[in-house]
């Protein structure tokens, strides 16, 4: 795996590579000591804290550099989900309209 990424390097600015789970195989554990760095992904309501938490020291334990957190799934609430969500979705769809050069009806 090392002689993969020493081989890909040059060629590209960013290489990411995705692994099971941390807290149920070891891949993801072995694979955080190769790279620059990690990022956590938790998946919203079924991940426990313990769960997380055992994750973050098995990757503390190896040295890895775990550079941010990404929390999947996670539903929007609060009064004013729908005008964020809404907004979102138009500033990045009207952009992409935009890129295409497609027409907005």
Do not use: C, W
Not at 59 to 83: F, K, P, Q, T
Request: proline share 3%; no cysteine; net charge positive.
């Amino acid at each position: 795996m090392l002689k993969l990424i020493a081989a890909l390097t040059p060629s590209f600015n960013h290489i990411i590579i995705d692994s099971p789970p941390i807290a149920a195989f070891t891949d993801g554990v072995l694979l955080a000591n190769m790279v620059e760095g990690v990022l956590l992904v938790v998946h919203s309501g079924r991940s426990s804290r313990k769960v997380v938490a055992r994750a973050r020291k098995l990757l503390m334990d190896v040295g890895a550099r775990i550079i941010g957190v990404v929390l999947n799934r996670a539903e929007s609430a609060g009064s004013n989900s729908y005008y964020y969500d809404s907004g979102y979705y138009q500033h990045y769809s009207q952009g992409a309209d935009e890129s295409s050069g497609a027409a907005r009806a």
